[in-house]
């Protein structure tokens, strides 16, 4: 099992700029590729953004493409999603996610399900 600690959500204005950290610890961060989704009061749980066990892949969803970027440092066991140019509509919880072991390096993964441990989520709200 793998603990999630989500951080660095808060107040933004639109075209502002927002980091998020999502810091593991529990089992060998190398050995599972990680995501980050949100949600919104009275919406499904949406993806955001993924990467894989090595870094060298990752995938976005269309709504955030451009301005997201996701990425993993093995040395902090840290993954980040550096929020560029946000929107009102980027206004939700995020979460991030991280999946079971997987021998395959550059796969990614987009879909709520194939997630096994999540953490607490962090607000982020983006003003106009």
């Known amino acids: 099992q793998v603990q999630l600690v989500e951080s660095g959500g808060g107040l933004v204005q639109a075209g502002g700029s927002l980091r998020l950290s999502c810091a593991a610890s529990?089992?060998?961060?190398?050995?599972?590729?990680m995501g980050w989704f949100r949600q919104t009061p009275g919406k499904e749980r949406e993806f955001v953004a993924a990467?894989?066990?090595?870094?060298?892949?990752?995938a976005y969803a269309d709504s955030v493409k451009v301005r997201f970027t996701v990425s993993r440092d093995s040395a902090k066991n840290t993954v980040y999603l550096q929020m560029n140019n946000v929107k009102p509509e980027d206004t939700a919880v995020y979460y991030c996610?991280?999946?079971?072991?997987?021998?395959?390096?550059?796969?990614?993964?987009?879909?709520?399900?194939?997630?096994?441990?999540w953490g607490q989520g962090t607000q982020v709200t983006v003003s106009s």
């Open positions: 996610a991280a999946a079971p072991y997987d021998y395959r390096l550059t796969y990614v993964y987009t879909l709520e399900d194939e997630y096994r441990d």
């Open positions: 529990g089992r060998t961060f190398s050995s599972y590729a």
């Open positions: 990467i894989s066990r090595s870094g060298s892949s990752t």
